[in-house]
């Protein structure tokens, strides 16, 4: 039993050692072993070493045809993300716009929010009314904003601009 056990002891040791030295190992190494009324002895060890590159791939944070919201620097704006190649990004059409590639930091899942979720000092993206004309055509891009105030189904949100607009839930993410 005790030999066995420094059998398995000493391939264990020969494998994390190999493991160990290069982060690329040839998963088969050359072992002899010799008994002898009950002895066992490793008397050679060789562990060939080859490159062997190890490829991760990231699963996509955003899948074609899924909602998204835009974050331009000026607004958010709704969108669908496309299923042409892109290789900064995600391939993006706007909503009533053009498209475009995007990186993924200016894309987020709109999140619908509970009545619960939307508290004091929530962080919020809210379609505030404000439209914009973009090639002859009137678009209403959300802003980040906070949650001001709750009166029943009424919230009170703040803008960057320090305005503030009363809203109701179906105008409002959670960012």
């Known amino acids: 039993m005790k030999v066995k056990l420094s059998l398995l002891a000493s391939m264990g040791v020969i494998a994390l050692v190999g493991a160990g030295c290069s982060s690329t190992t040839d998963t088969t190494p050359n072992v002899s072993v010799e008994t002898s ?10 562990l ?21 919201l835009v974050d331009l620097g000026y607004g958010w704006y709704e969108g669908k993300v496309e299923e042409f190649a892109c290789e900064t990004g995600f391939y993006v059409r706007y909503k009533g716009l053009s498209a475009s590639c995007i990186t993924e930091d200016k894309l987020v899942k709109p ?22 004309m973009f090639g002859g055509k009137t678009i209403y891009p959300y802003y980040s904003a906070e949650v001001m ?5 009424k919230y009170t949100v703040k ?15 959670l960012k």
């Open 37 to 46: 009324s009950g002895d066992v002895v490793v008397s050679e060890v060789d």
């Open 111 to 132: 999140v619908t929010p509970s009545a619960e979720s939307l508290v004091v000092g929530a962080k919020v993206i809210a379609n505030i009314g404000k439209g914009e």
């Open 149 to 153: 105030a709750v009166n029943g189904e």
């Open 48 to 68: 060939n070493v080859k490159d062997v590159e190890v490829v991760a791939q990231a699963e996509a944070k955003f899948k074609t045809g899924e909602n998204v």
């Open 159 to 173: 803008d960057n601009s320090k305005k503030e607009y009363e809203l109701t839930i179906d105008k409002i993410y």
